[in-house]
């Protein structure tokens, strides 16, 4: 089991700058790729920005939706089993309860995907 413990959610003000980080601890042997997510109100939970490969230089990949390129920055650390997500000139579309994602392969060689609990983001006009 993996476990996730996400913090760093809150109320902001539009234009405001928040830092998500996730932490996972657990039995968890590689990364394949480590991601946050986020479910607007009354929306489906939608991929935010993603890492994949993290533990590798090239080919790592960063994915980020349309919607928050140039203003979020992930940033995916293997050996610290952290991830972060840097928020900036948040906007009020950016409102959601945001969950940490985690995958890769266990040290008994079993697939790992595991969410967080999620931290909500408020971003007031």
């Known amino acids: 089991q993996v476990q996730l413990v996400e913090s760093g959610g809150g109320w902001v003000q539009a234009g405001g700058t928040l830092t998500l980080s996730c932490v996972a601890s657990?039995?968890?042997?590689?990364?394949?790729?480590m991601g946050w997510y986020r479910r607007p109100p009354g929306k489906a939970r939608e991929a935010v920005a993603v890492v994949t490969n993290p533990e590798i230089a090239r080919p790592r990949t960063v994915d980020y939706a349309d919607s928050v390129k140039g203003r979020f920055t992930i940033s995916g650390d293997s050996a610290k089993d952290t991830v972060t997500l840097q928020m900036n000139t948040l906007t009020v579309e950016d409102t959601g309860i945001y969950y940490c994602n985690i995958q890769g392969t266990s040290t008994w060689g079993m697939h790992v995907d595991s969410w967080g609990a999620g931290t909500q983001v408020i971003v007031s006009p």
């Open positions: 657990g039995n968890i042997d590689k990364y394949t790729s």
